[in-house]
């Protein structure tokens, strides 16, 4: 009686720690991925420069993005951007509805899918081995991200 006792608290035991606890995300739109494909430190080169940018397609008409000492250059697709580093310059980035092609902004756009830079001066704010780039809403009011990386 005793051996089949242990036996079974034995055989529960093992089943308990074998069990995983699944944990549901539920899908946002108003996500924000943002990070480094190819290393993950804050610190990038020539070589490191591959960022994936996703915003929810409620976010996406929304936010600004604003790069101290840098810009962001589309590659393949809507969500692959390489840094490029350019010290001394501040540039603006947001997505517009490709049917509006004027200069104005709209946030209620909701097919915002053309990426557009803009020059936004020079930067006297950071030391130029700094790239500081920050997601914020379109108003300015909310900063989403804010990172920073050195430039080797």
């Given at each position: 009686?005793?051996?089949t006792?242990?036996?079974?608290?034995?055989?529960?035991?093992?089943?308990?720690?074998e069990s995983y606890e699944k944990?549901?995300?539920?899908?946002s739109d108003?996500s924000?991925?943002?990070?480094?494909?190819?290393?993950?430190?804050?610190?990038?080169?020539a070589?490191?420069?591959?960022f994936y940018l996703?915003l929810g397609s409620?976010?996406k008409c929304?936010?600004?993005?604003e790069i101290?000492?840098?810009?962001l250059?589309?590659?393949?697709?809507?969500?692959?951007?390489?840094?490029?580093?350019?010290?001394?310059?501040n540039?603006r980035h947001?997505?517009?509805?490709?049917t509006?092609?004027?200069?104005?902004i709209?946030p209620?756009?909701?097919?915002?899918?053309?990426f557009?830079?803009?020059?936004?001066?020079?930067?006297?704010?950071?030391?130029?081995?700094?790239?500081?780039i920050?997601l914020?809403?379109?108003n300015?009011d909310t900063?989403?991200?804010?990172?920073?990386?050195?430039y080797?």
């Amino acid at each position: 009686m005793r051996l089949t006792t242990i036996l079974l608290f034995i055989s529960y035991f093992i089943t308990a720690q074998e069990s995983y606890e699944k944990i549901k995300i539920k899908k946002s739109d108003y996500s924000i991925y943002f990070f480094n494909t190819t290393t993950t430190s804050y610190s990038i080169n020539a070589s490191s420069n591959v960022f994936y940018l996703r915003l929810g397609s409620s976010r996406k008409c929304k936010t600004l993005i604003e790069i101290n000492n840098g810009q962001l250059k589309a590659l393949s697709g809507d969500s692959l951007y390489k840094l490029a580093y350019l010290p001394g310059m501040n540039y603006r980035h947001y997505y517009i509805n490709p049917t509006e092609l004027n200069d104005n902004i709209s946030p209620s756009d909701k097919n915002c899918s053309l990426f557009k830079t803009e020059v936004n001066g020079a930067n006297t704010a950071m030391p130029d081995s700094v790239i500081q780039i920050k997601l914020l809403n379109l108003n300015g009011d909310t900063i989403h991200l804010v990172n920073k990386y050195y430039y080797r």
